[in-house]
């Protein structure tokens, strides 16, 4: 069974700098690309970052491109998002997701939610001012 568990979230103060990680287990890791997404309060889900299961390619949005820097390590089955110059309006409940990309060279991202088959139940990251 895949499961995905998130943690690392919290309270922290505009400007200051948070990390979370996602543990995967049940499934081969390094064979499967990963994203972050987010929902803020009265908002819907938006993607936030992903990598390839290579770990050798990124991609952000336009709105944390600069702050947040998405890695992973593959021997510890485990996806890092880490989140600097943190502002209030990053405030809302991180998820990561994983997919399959055993097929590929292994440089693939992918950033729709619906590209996704995993999930896990997310994490709270609350920036105050």
């Known amino acids: 069974q895949v499961r995905l568990v998130e943690s690392g979230g919290g309270l922290v103060q505009a400007g200051g700098s948070l990390r979370v990680s996602c543990a995967a287990s049940?499934?081969?890791?390094?064979?499967?690309?990963a994203g972050w997404f987010r929902r803020a309060p009265g908002k819907e889900r938006e993607f936030v970052a992903a990598?390839?299961?290579?770990?050798?390619?990124?991609y952000y949005a336009d709105s944390v491109k600069g702050r947040f820097t998405i890695s992973r390590d593959n021997a510890k089955n485990t996806v890092y998002l880490q989140m600097n110059s943190l502002k209030p309006e990053d405030t809302a409940v991180y998820y990561c997701?994983?997919?399959?990309?055993?097929?590929?060279?292994?440089?693939?991202?992918?950033?729709?939610?619906?590209?996704?088959?995993?999930w896990g139940q997310g994490t709270q990251v609350t920036v105050s001012t």
């Open positions: 049940g499934l081969a890791f390094s064979t499967y690309a």
């Open positions: 997701a994983g997919r399959s990309d055993a097929s590929s060279i292994g440089n693939d991202y992918y950033t729709r939610h619906y590209e996704y088959a995993y």
């Open positions: 990598i390839s299961r290579s770990g050798t390619s990124t």
